[in-house]
């Protein structure tokens, strides 16, 4: 039987692949958020995420019906299934990029939607310096007005171990970390509050839009599931414990 929920999550030295760092304390009183994110919707014939809180419960969604070739947007939603954030890709762009809008932007053009973020692709040239770079995040939009921080994305998403740190290089405001003995299906997020949880987990979901195929290795999870045991699945979330066999 393979663990899924989040076990107590043991200071864990630098990320494997990505270099060590000096980390800004966050503000007094706040703790980073320690999610474990499935890469697995609960819906059937769906693509997706479930992501589950350090005590097991149900925090995030993502539920697609489209094929990941033919996807230009994915929602990212709470448990009640309200929209929270809307991952876009940019058309016609130089580069591979997505833009991440508050709310349900799916149903707005992009002069009605608010962007937050915009996530390109790193494109190595010869001789460039940052060859652990993956990507590149701006604030767009408000964030941008407020001077909020450029952050780059550097390590491996494809062996789940990289970080997201502002563009001086200092403060680590999102780890993604492997989980042990699960393989690449499940892994932790851990958010930082000066971006919160729910920006860390859109920008996996753009990170797993560039980067989905890159896996090094086979998840030790099945990938079809039944309705009656997601249904079952939700009632062990209950426990603060998900097993699957």
Not at 180 to 194: H, N, Q, T
Request: aromatic share 6%.
């Amino acid at each position: 039987m393979t663990k899924v929920h989040p076990n107590a999550v043991a200071p864990e030295a630098a990320i494997g692949g990505a270099t060590s760092t000096r980390r800004t304390p966050a503000p007094p009183g706040e703790e980073a958020a320690v999610l474990t994110v499935w890469r697995k919707s609960l819906l059937f014939n769906c693509d997706g995420f479930t992501v589950f809180d350090a005590k097991g419960n149900l925090a995030f969604r993502v539920d697609c019906y489209a094929s990941a070739r033919r996807r230009a947007e994915v929602v990212l939603m709470d448990v009640a299934g309200k929209p929270l954030l809307t991952v876009r890709r940019r058309r016609l762009s130089l580069t591979e990029q997505w833009v991440i809008y508050d709310g349900d932007a799916t149903s707005e053009d992009e002069s009605k939607a608010k962007p937050l973020l915009s996530v390109r692709r790193h494109v190595s040239l010869r001789g460039s310096s940052k060859k652990k770079a993956l990507a590149h995040v701006t604030p767009l939009g408000s964030a941008a007005a407020s001077s909020a921080a450029a952050y780059v994305v550097e390590g491996s998403y494809g062996h789940r171990a990289c970080a997201v740190r502002d563009a001086g290089g200092d403060a680590v405001v999102a780890e993604v970390r492997r989980k042990e003995a699960v393989g690449d299906d499940v892994f932790r997020l851990v958010a930082d509050p000066r971006l919160g949880a729910p920006l860390a987990m859109g920008l996996v979901i753009a990170l797993d839009e560039m980067f989905a195929g890159t896996s090094s290795a086979r998840s030790l999870l099945r990938r079809t599931w039944s309705a009656a045991y997601a249904s079952r699945s939700f009632s062990m979330l209950a426990a603060a414990d998900l097993l699957v066999f």
